[in-house]
């Protein structure tokens, strides 16, 4: 289809993105769904990285998985091994995933199938494990191996056999849009979701044929993990840009990533091209005992939440978590959400947002409009250490860098034929 401008091809891209209609359908080791795990590979978040570029914290996660997967039976063997390029890195939205944090995912994994009904899109985010010693913050000791361990023979197959038993899927939408209205924003508040998906799965898992042990550790780790919609609203807005990115021309923002060495995104004119700039390193809260410091640089495929329009562009929807991230109070959360709305094209009349008036939630990041203003998006975000295995350690925000824009905004203009001032 031909536009007449820029603006006409926008349309039709946010029209995209408003119109999607994702389902949660299943929860399957990532090698079934993504052939490109069926070897010695490693997906990660980002745009694409080597080994001697990966933050202390992603190689920990590398080396976890090397670990979990057999490949390997010491920490030492597991970093001779990823050192020597014996195993392929690449980047989860190469293969039609997202991995929050460091991104790693393995071919045992198991992941969450999101398909967008209206074209059959699907993509994929490996499971929320919980808080603690987790290998998306760079921990590899045996206490993670064995939550990975459990989380492949148990927690995945319970939530497939609950899942099938719904025909057609879980629609994802009516769970996000009752949420936005109870305080979630998707990226680092999910409680609301988290608790709506557990209402919503549990009737199934008791009728799923589970072991009572399984059935009890399923349904108390789902109880226990605020976080666990994160993972499935990551899959959701994936598979949601990405049909948005069907549309091949216009300015709007499909995808916004990092992997701790540089921030990346993508464009609905200008294809799977990255445009990167140096990532930054987050500003917020610490923990008791923790500074700026120890903080390790942005890093996680999370931000595709922000791309969608929620996260930290609908700050305004999460008052609960406005002092958590260290924005201030809730006028600041207002003015925050009010600074996105400039860069973006129109409001989602599908999010709602109660303490914003009823407005909906940014929807289309225009590119043209973060070069103008000079604002870039804002993403809310864990803080993780900079030395693998210690963990998370605050959360904050983190603005994009505005260099990729400038970038991708020279490149649409050279493809349109006009001169970028």
Same mark, same amino acid.
């Given at each position: 289809?031909?536009?007449?401008?820029?603006?006409?091809?926008?349309?039709?891209?946010?029209?995209?993105?408003?119109?999607?209609?994702?389902?949660?359908?299943?929860?399957?080791? =990532?090698?079934?769904?993504?052939?490109?795990?069926?070897?010695?590979?490693?997906?990660?978040?980002?745009?694409?990285?080597?080994?001697?570029?990966?933050?202390?914290?992603?190689?920990?996660?590398?080396?976890? =998985?090397?670990?979990?997967?057999?490949?390997?039976?010491?920490?030492?063997?597991?970093?001779?091994?990823?050192?020597?390029?014996?195993?392929?890195?690449?980047?989860?939205?190469?293969?039609?995933?997202?991995?929050?944090?460091?991104?790693?995912?393995?071919?045992?994994?198991?992941?969450?199938?999101?398909?967008?009904?209206?074209?059959?899109?699907?993509?994929?985010?490996?499971?929320?494990?919980?808080?603690?010693?987790?290998?998306?913050?760079?921990?590899?000791?045996?206490?993670?191996?064995?939550?990975?361990?459990?989380?492949?023979?148990?927690?995945?197959?319970?939530?497939?056999?609950?899942?099938?038993?719904?025909?057609?899927?879980?629609?994802?939408?009516?769970?996000?849009?009752?949420?936005?209205?109870?305080?979630?924003?998707?990226?680092?508040?999910?409680?609301?979701?988290?608790?709506?998906?557990?209402?919503?799965?549990?009737?199934?898992?008791?009728?799923?044929?589970?072991?009572?042990? =399984?059935?009890?550790?399923?349904?108390?780790?789902?109880?226990?993990?605020?976080?666990?919609?994160?993972?499935?609203?990551?899959?959701?807005?994936?598979?949601?840009?990405?049909?948005?990115?069907?549309?091949?021309?216009?300015?709007?923002?499909?995808? %916004?990533?990092?992997?701790?060495?540089?921030?990346?995104?993508?464009?609905?004119?200008?294809?799977?091209?990255?445009?990167?700039?140096?990532?930054?390193?987050?500003?917020? %809260?610490?923990? +008791?005992?923790?500074?700026?410091?120890?903080?390790?640089?942005?890093?996680?495929? +999370?931000?595709?939440?922000?791309?969608?329009?929620?996260?930290?562009?609908?700050?305004?929807?999460?008052?609960?978590?406005?002092?958590?991230?260290?924005?201030?109070?809730?006028?600041?959360?207002?003015?925050?959400?009010?600074?996105?709305?400039?860069? /973006?094209?129109?409001?989602?009349?599908?999010?709602?947002?109660?303490?914003?008036?009823?407005?909906?939630?940014?929807?289309?990041?225009?590119?043209?409009?973060?070069?103008?203003?000079?604002?870039?998006?804002?993403?809310?975000?864990?803080?993780?250490?900079?030395?693998?295995?210690?963990?998370?350690?605050?959360? @904050?925000?983190?603005?994009?860098?505005? @260099? /990729?824009?400038?970038?991708? %905004?020279?490149?649409?203009?050279?493809?349109?034929?006009?001169?970028?001032?």
């Amino acid at each position: 289809m031909n536009y007449q401008s820029i603006d006409e091809a926008n349309r039709a891209v946010i029209q995209k993105i408003v119109e999607a209609q994702p389902f949660l359908l299943d929860v399957v080791p =990532a090698k079934e769904v993504i052939p490109e795990l069926n070897g010695k590979a490693l997906l990660h978040s980002g745009p694409s990285l080597k080994w001697e570029n990966m933050t202390n914290p992603m190689q920990g996660s590398c080396i976890g =998985a090397t670990l979990f997967e057999g490949w390997a039976e010491t920490e030492e063997d597991a970093k001779k091994m990823l050192e020597s390029g014996e195993v392929t890195f690449m980047p989860c939205h190469s293969v039609d995933a997202v991995g929050p944090m460091g991104g790693i995912t393995s071919a045992n994994m198991p992941v969450l199938v999101v398909e967008n009904k209206v074209d059959g899109k699907r993509a994929y985010c490996n499971l929320n494990e919980g808080i603690g010693k987790v290998l998306r913050f760079g921990a590899y000791g045996e206490e993670v191996i064995n939550r990975l361990n459990w989380m492949k023979d148990v927690l995945g197959p319970a939530l497939s056999k609950a899942l099938k038993q719904i025909d057609g899927g879980l629609n994802v939408n009516v769970i996000v849009s009752k949420a936005i209205t109870m305080g979630d924003e998707f990226h680092q508040r999910n409680i609301a979701g988290s608790v709506l998906f557990m209402k919503e799965i549990v009737p199934y898992l008791l009728t799923a044929d589970l072991e009572e042990k =399984a059935l009890q550790e399923v349904t108390k780790f789902l109880a226990d993990t605020d976080q666990f919609f994160l993972n499935i609203m990551m899959a959701t807005s994936k598979v949601t840009m990405d049909s948005a990115r069907t549309i091949e021309e216009g300015s709007v923002i499909t995808a %916004l990533s990092r992997n701790g060495y540089e921030f990346g995104i993508k464009v609905s004119g200008l294809g799977d091209q990255w445009f990167t700039a140096p990532v930054n390193t987050p500003d917020g %809260l610490y923990f +008791s005992g923790y500074s700026s410091d120890q903080a390790c640089p942005d890093m996680g495929d +999370s931000a595709i939440t922000e791309a969608y329009g929620v996260g930290g562009m609908a700050t305004v929807a999460a008052p609960g978590v406005v002092r958590f991230v260290g924005t201030g109070g809730f006028g600041d959360a207002v003015a925050t959400s009010d600074e996105m709305r400039e860069i /973006c094209i129109d409001n989602n009349p599908n999010l709602s947002i109660p303490t914003w008036d009823f407005q909906g939630a940014c929807l289309g990041i225009d590119i043209r409009k973060v070069v103008e203003t000079g604002i870039t998006p804002i993403i809310n975000t864990g803080i993780a250490h900079k030395v693998a295995g210690i963990g998370q350690i605050g959360a @904050g925000t983190v603005h994009a860098p505005l @260099g /990729c824009f400038e970038k991708a %905004l020279e490149a649409l203009a050279e493809k349109y034929g006009v001169t970028a001032e």
